[in-house]
């Protein structure tokens, strides 16, 4: 489903480094959502947005921070990247007028060296 | 906040057989609670959902159960088919923040 694009698909970064995940939508929905996942664990929250200035963070959001640049894209960044991030990494987007349910992107998977 | 258990964490059934997967939740308020499926490599996508005021939903071969009193809902699939294999995820959103909170995920293996 092209209508939610995350780049890029595969990253490998070292520790420490900066590095920004990305996630555009042509769906028109208001709310987007990162969510990481790991085997074993699910699918966690990271931080969610219901529209441009609205930012909240999620379960997990301890290393992370987030930047809503506009209706259709919601950027995730990692401050300082640690192995422990090393994840795969889901943007999801929905319209609770429309119901209540989420449109994934294709994924990033990032490992922390 | 929403807590949601998922279980079993893995499941084989054969061919043919039913499948059953269930989720408990900690927050009485949630009102929806969907099920998504994870093929392997590709992203999750929602195979049915259920609102709180609706007990049983099914769509040909699955369905979904709601038992608020317990705050428990499950996921059947009935004539498994090897290509049912893949991750289940169960989630329940609470009320009007509606996030969604995601169990742990099943791996279901239908074997041929």
């Known amino acids: 489903d092209a209508d939610v694009t995350q780049t890029p698909r595969n990253r490998i970064t070292k520790t420490g480094k900066r590095i920004m995940l990305e996630c555009s939508q042509t769906?028109?929905?208001?709310?987007m959502y990162w969510y990481r996942q790991d085997p074993g664990l699910g699918l966690r929250l990271i931080y969610y947005?219901?529209?441009?200035?609205?930012?909240n963070k999620g379960e997990i959001s301890d290393g992370y921070s987030v930047s809503r640049q506009a209706q259709a894209k919601f950027s995730l960044s990692l401050e300082s990247a640690i192995p422990n991030q090393t994840a795969l990494y889901f943007c999801?987007?929905?319209?609770?007028?429309?119901?209540?349910?989420?449109?994934f992107g294709s994924g990033t998977r990032l490992t922390v060296v | 906040g929403e807590n949601v258990e998922q279980h079993p964490s893995t499941l084989s059934v054969q061919e043919g057989d039913s499948a059953v997967i269930k989720c408990t939740y900690s927050?009485?308020?949630?009102?929806?609670f969907p099920w998504y499926k994870q093929e392997l490599g590709k992203r999750p996508q929602l195979i049915i959902d259920?609102?709180?005021?609706?007990g049983e939903k099914k769509d040909q071969r699955i369905a979904v159960t709601l038992n608020k009193t317990a705050k428990h809902f499950s996921l059947h699939i009935t004539e498994t088919q090897p290509e049912d294999s893949a991750v289940y995820f169960c989630?329940?959103?609470?009320?009007?923040?509606?996030?969604?909170?995601f169990g742990s995920g099943t791996q279901l293996t239908v074997l041929p």
């Open positions: 259920i609102r709180s005021n609706v």
């Open positions: 947005s219901f529209d441009v200035k609205d930012i």
């Open positions: 927050d009485s308020a949630s009102n929806y």
């Open positions: 769906k028109g929905h208001d709310r």
């Open positions: 989630a329940a959103s609470l009320g009007s923040a509606r996030q969604l909170t």
């Open positions: 999801a987007t929905s319209d609770p007028g429309r119901g209540q349910g989420y449109t």
